[in-house]
């Protein structure tokens, strides 16, 4: 019975909801639920609450944590990510050639253009689209023109106080 309460009181604290999901799958097959019964009450299938109950019995409650994943590690330094985004916020928009070439200038690296849109989209920045007003009031030549020439730029959105 101990350890049931403390298996709730994890669930209480816990804020990772994935965890907590975790802890449940623990706590209601100690209850004597079977992993299809659990399986239907949480919407997964019966074979992740058999990796979990598992994984607690071997771990303890440190196995329902989510580990860290493999990965390479960012070729830019955090000093540099403060230094290049201090430097965005300082104009009113940029477009996303103009920030791969900011980043080669600043730190060396080379990163191709979809990822300097990772990039800013992680910072906060936001894509904005200038069009003409009444755009389709237009000719057809004109608004094929309008196409052509328009183009992307990045401004910080002020919803975000990104990291």
Request: net charge positive.
């Amino acid at each position: 019975m101990r350890q049931k309460e403390r298996l709730w009181e994890l669930y209480r604290k816990e804020k990772d909801g994935d965890v907590r999901e975790r802890i449940l799958m623990v706590i209601w097959s100690k209850e004597g639920c079977s992993s299809y019964e659990i399986g239907e009450r949480l919407n997964c299938p019966h074979s992740k609450v058999l990796y979990w109950v598992k994984r607690f019995e071997n771990e303890g409650s440190e196995g329902l944590e989510t580990r860290g994943r493999p990965g390479k590690p960012s070729s830019l330094t955090d000093q540099e990510k403060k230094r290049i985004r201090e430097r965005l916020e300082s104009r009113n928009f940029w477009k996303t050639k103009w920030v791969t070439e900011l980043i080669r200038k600043e730190s060396g690296v080379t990163y191709t253009e979809r990822h300097a849109v990772r990039l800013l989209q992680s910072w906060g920045f936001r894509k904005i689209i200038p069009r003409k007003e009444h755009e389709y009031q237009a000719s057809e030549e004109e608004r094929e023109e309008l196409k052509k020439g328009r183009q992307i730029f990045w401004i910080l959105s002020q919803k975000t106080g990104m990291q």
